[in-house]
């Protein structure tokens, strides 16, 4: 993979890590679904990689993404609840990337924690009502790998 690459394998790399819920993970936006769409879900956002200033040692492929992990319910426990789970999934976990070795993920510690949930007025769920929404930020570090 080349080192342009990496903000959409890190992406990939969270994605992997919360397949075991039992929520539908959208990448990027929610896209046409067959049928009513099912609450909750989940939304990552693919945020493109940062690059630390070269130093003396040179550049070794070092980057840095801030991914926001969106929760959306039909109600604020629904959407509270998918987002306390998925974080659950990804807290101090380290994703599988090849060609790159990945740091732990952590939740983003500059930001103050997840909000409370939002009404999304231009969504309904099947019901008719507007669905609730949260998020959260996750920060992940990967570096070239010395066999890749």
């Known amino acids: 993979m080349a080192d342009t690459d990496v903000g959409w394998a890190h992406t990939q790399g969270l994605a992997g890590l919360l397949e075991p819920l039992p929520y539908r993970l959208f ?9 009513p769409l099912e609450y909750p879900h989940l939304i990552l ?3 493109p990689a940062t690059r630390p200033t070269v130093t003396l040692n040179g550049y070794g492929g070092e980057v840095t993404t801030t991914t ?9 426990r629904e959407a509270i609840t998918a987002l306390d789970r998925a ?18 993920i952590t939740q983003q510690p500059e930001a103050a924690g997840p909000p409370q949930p939002q009404r999304d007025e231009q969504a309904r769920t099947p019901d008719g ?13 990967s570096s070239r790998s010395p066999d890749g």
């Open 27 to 35: 990448i990027g936006q929610v896209d046409e679904v067959d049928g």
């Open 45 to 47: 956002w693919p945020p």
């Open 68 to 76: 926001q992990l969106t929760a959306v319910g039909r109600d604020p």
């Open 87 to 104: 974080s659950a999934m990804l807290h101090r976990r380290r994703p599988v990337i090849e060609g790159r070795r990945c740091s732990l």
């Open 129 to 141: 009502h507007a669905p609730y929404f949260t998020f959260a930020l996750f920060t992940l570090h």
